[in-house]
Every structure is written in structure tokens, then in C-alpha cells.
């Protein structure tokens, strides 16, 4: 019988995920299933639950639930007791591991297939939640110039900012005279068209905005950071498809390659790059 794995969230009808794992099961020759599970927002645990009674072997967890994950997992691995937002999980004979991928997957899609190098950049991250908290400590270690946060509730980006040394705290309306290399907005934002404050100048000379939403499209965040001077832009595909590696190897040992997943996207996904990126610079 194939192993059965599946992700999680609210919403959850557009996610890519069981796609991709799909195409890394196939490529790597394991015996699984992946589906999409929609929880309740206050049943959480009870979901989980119920798919590890019935055989489920791991999830990928996604909005709104990360910090649940946290909660919810008996022992946790370095990068997600740092992160304490857990996006993967693994259940095991004497009980469920959790691990964040988000940081390694967006670095290394940074890096590797956006040829952006973090290490003295300028950094703001838009957003204090569950997808901010897995990538900040990844961030730190690649020893960028600086990192900043900036959201809604001052507070919580003043305790997120806690996680390690020299991470600073901005209002969320950015002021003026502050300048970027990496703009990455690790909100909600996207999925309700909220528009965020981004002031002309916010962006460096060849400064790249990242969205760790995706769509077959650029955001309309994306949009609003081309017009406030951001050079490039890409969303979270990128990001998607890199994490779900590493899950996929904490589950089954093997670590599938992830250039035929980007191609495959760039045929069927109207405007993607080889890369997982958009092909152009302007839409």
C-alpha cells in the first residue's frame, strides 16, 4: 500500500504541493500519496489527528496553522525550535517530528535559481507570522548587512526580532529614507488584496521583491513593487517547490532534483521562467 502524506491549510484549494510531490515520487521511485486537506480554522489538531489514526505517514503544513504545528509536534528539529513555526510533519512510531523547511527552501531558490546572494544585502521582511519565522534564522546565518521587520502589530515583530541579534524593527508604514536590497513579503497580504506600504525609494539599484505567495501571475504586491523601483520580481513558487524537497527528504531519505519541477511550471504556467521565476521584467 503507498505511503500517504498530504498538505494542510485554510484555504487550501490552490496549492501546488500535491503536484509537486508527485513529480519527485515519480522521479525518485516512491510509493505515495499526496492530497490537499482543508481544516477547519478551530480543528487544527483533530484533522492531524484523524489522518495519522487512518495511516497518513507526514503533512506539509501551511497558513494559517504553522504556529499550531509548533504546538501540536512532541519533539522538533534545530531549525524549527528556533523558527517556533513548524511546516513539515513526520509522525513516528513514539510520536510527531516537527521541522521547518521554509527557510532553506526560499534561501536556497534565492541563491541557486534567482542568483541572488543574500550575504550583505539589506533585508525587510513585511510580515511577523508563522512564513516570517521560518525564514529569518536561515537569513542571518547567509550574514546579510542587515535584516528589518516591519508589521501591522509592532509588538509582535518586536518578539519575533528577539529570535537573534542585530535584527531590527520598523513601523509598518516604511519611512522614506530607508533603502533595500531583498524586499520579501512574508504576509497574508496577497490572498486579500490588501495593498502594503511600499514609498518610492524603498528600493535599492538592482533590488529584487519577493512574494512568498504564488499565482500564476504577479501579485498585485508584485505589481506595486515594480512601480515603487524594484528591478525583479518573483513570488514564492520558487520557494514552494525548494521546501517541499526538503520535506520530502525528511520523510524518505532521498532528495529529489527540483530543475525538472520549475521546467515543467514554465510549460504550463503562463509567463514562468526555467526557473520557477516570472520571464519578463514588466507586465
Not at 143 to 158: H, Y
Not at 185 to 207: H, I, Q, V, W, Y
Not at 212 to 240: E, I
Amino acid at each position: 500500500m503507498s505511503s500517504r502524506y498530504a498538505v494542510i491549510g485554510n484555504p487550501i484549494g490552490h496549492s501546488l504541493s500535491p503536484v509537486i510531490h508527485a513529480a519527485f515520487a515519480e522521479s525518485c521511485g516512491v510509493d505515495m500519496t499526496y492530497t490537499a486537506i482543508l481544516s477547519p480554522l478551530d480543528e487544527f489538531s483533530k484533522t492531524v489527528n484523524q489522518f495519522r489514526a487512518t495511516g497518513g505517514r507526514g503533512l506539509n503544513v501551511t497558513v494559517p496553522f504553522k504556529i499550531e504545528a509548533f504546538n501540536l509536534a512532541s519533539s522538533l528539529t534545530c531549525r524549527a525550535e528556533e523558527a517556533q513555526a513548524v511546516n513539515t510533519l513526520k509522525f513516528c512510531e513514539d510520536g510527531i517530528l516537527g521541522d521547518n523547511t521554509d527557510g532553506a527552501g526560499l534561501v536556497r531558490d534565492l541563491e541557486i535559481n534567482a542568483k541572488f546572494s543574500i550575504e550583505g544585502k539589506r533585508i525587510l521582511v513585511m510580515g511577523a507570522g508563522g512564513a516570517a519565522r521560518g525564514i529569518i534564522g536561515p537569513f542571518m546565518d547567509r550574514r546579510p548587512k542587515g535584516l528589518w521587520l516591519a508589521n501591522r502589530t509592532f509588538e509582535k515583530a518586536l518578539v519575533l526580532a528577539k529570535m537573534r541579534p542585530g535584527i531590527e524593527v520598523l513601523p509598518f508604514v516604511i519611512p522614506a529614507d530607508f533603502e533595500f536590497d531583498l524586499v520579501i513579503n512574508a504576509s497574508t497580504s496577497s490572498l486579500k488584496d490588501d495593498r502594503l506600504n511600499m514609498p518610492r525609494g524603498l528600493f535599492a539599484k538592482n533590488a529584487l521583491a519577493c512574494d512568498l505567495m504564488y499565482f500564476n501571475k504577479p501579485s498585485g504586491w508584485l505589481h506595486l513593487a515594480q512601480s515603487a523601483g524594484a528591478t525583479r520580481v518573483r513570488d514564492g513558487l520558487g520557494m514552494l517547490i525548494e521546501q517541499a524537497a526538503e520535506s520530502f527528504y525528511l520523510w524518505h531519505g532521498v532528495r529529489p532534483q527540483t530543475a525538472p519541477v520549475f521546467i515543467r511550471f514554465a510549460e504550463e504556467m503562463t509567463g514562468r521562467a526555467p526557473d520557477g521565476g516570472f520571464s519578463t521584467e514588466k507586465y
